[in-house]
């Protein structure tokens, strides 16, 4: 199986973990293209102050559950999450740790809305996580990683998740 269509894989399989979970999907870029059930989740590299050009960055899900927003990554395998880079040359860690010092949680709320359209928490919390297939890295203390195989799951949890999946 190709690494995109295990990418795919992983983010079907969130898709509908979050949704079974009782998440509001408010955003989704799957890997290769669109999912036409869901806006596309762009963010902009930096606080544009209302304009709609510029560099944008793309987040695979994210999602709400009145409380949270989560911001989440998906790969085949933990370690492409570590070591695959994109055009800033940062990996999937690297890219959320920088849109979480980038922007607060209410800043990233008002871009949500004013980018899907959709209400989501106005003073959330905010979490990222690396969503894969196969963990096979060491997995780290900051980020919450959720391991989705067909028909099985393992999560390591960290704030502000702990007790909502």
């Given at each position: 199986?190709?690494?995109?269509?295990?990418?795919?894989?992983?983010?079907?399989?969130?898709?509908?973990?979050?949704?079974?979970?009782?998440?509001?999907?408010?955003?989704?870029?799957?890997?290769?293209?669109?999912?036409?059930?869901?806006?596309?989740?762009?963010?902009?590299?930096?606080?544009?102050?209302?304009?709609?050009?510029?560099?944008?960055?793309?987040?695979?899900?994210?999602?709400?559950?009145?409380?949270?927003?989560?911001?989440?990554?998906?790969?085949?395998?933990?370690?492409?999450?570590?070591?695959?880079?994109?055009?800033?040359?940062?990996?999937?860690?690297?890219?959320?740790?920088?849109?979480?010092?980038?922007?607060?949680?209410?800043?990233?709320?008002?871009?949500?809305?004013?980018?899907?359209?959709?209400?989501?928490?106005?003073?959330?919390?905010v979490a990222p996580a690396l969503v894969v297939e196969e963990?096979?890295?060491?997995?780290?203390?900051?980020?919450?990683?959720?391991?989705?195989?067909?028909?099985?799951?393992?999560?390591?949890?960290?704030?502000?998740?702990?007790?909502?999946?």
């Amino acid at each position: 199986m190709s690494t995109h269509s295990r990418e795919f894989g992983v983010y079907s399989r969130l898709i509908d973990y979050l949704i079974a979970k009782n998440w509001y999907i408010v955003c989704a870029s799957p890997p290769g293209g669109t999912d036409n059930r869901f806006r596309k989740c762009l963010l902009p590299r930096r606080d544009l102050a209302g304009s709609n050009k510029g560099h944008r960055d793309e987040v695979d899900v994210t999602a709400h559950d009145g409380t949270v927003i989560l911001l989440a990554e998906c790969k085949p395998r933990l370690s492409d999450s570590f070591s695959i880079v994109n055009a800033l040359g940062e990996t999937d860690y690297e890219k959320l740790k920088r849109l979480l010092a980038t922007f607060t949680p209410s800043q990233l709320a008002e871009l949500l809305v004013r980018g899907t359209g959709h209400l989501v928490p106005s003073s959330p919390l905010v979490a990222p996580a690396l969503v894969v297939e196969e963990a096979n890295w060491t997995i780290p203390i900051d980020m919450t990683v959720i391991e989705l195989k067909p028909g099985a799951r393992t999560l390591w949890i960290v704030d502000p998740l702990l007790g909502r999946l």
